[in-house]
């Protein structure tokens, strides 16, 4: 009743404050209905957009720390991307042999039906550039580990899901930046070389270091040892590098790769270090996950509260353009995969495969590219309602059996 009254009296320091209270006594409250907790998360991420809307000089700067600050996002980003790691296993790979049918159609049509789609939705909507290739962007990542929750949750094909999302995350570096140099290169500049790299540093460089981890838990001392003195010698070229090696480099290419190769060591060392944490405190992996969501509601605030003017403008065809998108990739992710041949249960995982995408690592990229409030503003607005259409899509499938 306060929000309403404030509302309609204009009066913003009755209605702000209590709109936000309302969202987070909403998210608190169904983790306690069982019948509705799967849709906790989704309610924090309604929150973080809530919050972003309604305070936002709030959540761009905090003193002298920018929220939005490029280094900021890509530790944050990688961090996300470690904790959905950590529930990610060597073992994963290992079935590719018995689902490699499924696995190609997954990839081909994740990787071509969503950026299409999100042309498409483009030349219909006409947003304006920066926005546009935002759109493009998101469809354009791998898919995240949201896709297997739901597969988990419809009871179709997990094996098929997870080996799908792991071998989608391996490629994304590739082809994430050449569907946006080809799609989205008359939008925005697009760098291949450079967003390539950043997608390794975002992606690859936190899940390898977490399937480290995952080594780790099942090697042998003799193995273990090999990994320690590998360790080590990261450890010596990170300070080489940062020492030494940065000062003197003035090749520009020479100087990306050998910051490469310096992620690549700190992985190693970051996977060695936590293993030892895990190995004192092995619940370490169950709080990970949770720490995964409290960087994309982050992410999720921290865009929404800069790209607020452009929300308040285009906010509502960007709802209707996800919703279009998110529809699209189960439609065609379900049928063309019925096409191919694959059984009912498979085509169910695809379609989660295609429909879902990672809006974190969408979030990422723009943050890189310091266009948060703009290129970022698809995913922030694109997440939510992933997350609130795939449960639904979820309990559904699930109470009909194929």
Known sequence: MLVVAGVATQHESLYKPFALITAMSLAIGLGSVPSLKGYQYTAWIITAVVAGMIFPEAFKSWGSVNLRDKTLIL????????????????????????????????????????????????????????????????????????????????????????????????????????????????????????????????????????????????????????????????????????????????????????????????????????????????????????????GIIYFTTVTTAAGRENLMRVGLLLFIASVIHNAAGYFFGYWLSRLFGLDVNSSRTIAFEVGLQNGGMASGIAGSMGKLGTVGLAAAVFSPWMNISGSILANYWRKRKS
């Open 75 to 294: 530790v944050i980003i990688q961090l996300v991307m470690f904790g959905m790691g950590t529930h990610m296993s060597l073992k994963d790979f290992s079935g590719i042999a018995t689902t490699g049918k499924g696995v190609l159609v997954g990839l081909f049509c994740h990787f071509s039906v969503m950026p299409l789609m999100g042309l498409l939705l483009t030349k219909v909507f006409h947003f304006e550039p920066e926005i546009a290739a935002g759109i493009i962007l998101i469809g354009s990542c791998s898919s995240g580990l949201a896709s297997n929750v739901m597969v988990y949750l419809a009871k179709a094909n997990l094996v098929l899901s997870v080996i799908v999302t792991a071998m989608a995350t391996l490629v994304a570096p590739l082809l994430t930046p050449l569907l946006m140099k080809t799609l989205a290169g008359t939008l925005i500049e697009v760098k291949f070389v450079d967003m390539m790299m950043e997608i390794v540093k975002i992606v690859l460089v936190p899940i390898g270091a977490a399937l480290l981890h995952d080594y780790l838990k099942r090697a042998t001392k003799e193995q273990a040892k090999k990994i320690f003195i590998a360790g080590a010698i990261s450890a010596m070229w990170i300070v080489l590098l940062v020492a030494v090696l940065q000062k003197n480099i003035t090749d520009v290419h020479v100087l990306q790769s050998a910051n490469l190769s310096g992620f690549f060591a700190g992985a190693v060392v970051v996977g060695i270090l936590y293993h030892l944490l895990y190995s004192r405190f092995p619940q370490l992996d169950k709080l990970m996950p949770l720490i995964s969501m409290f």
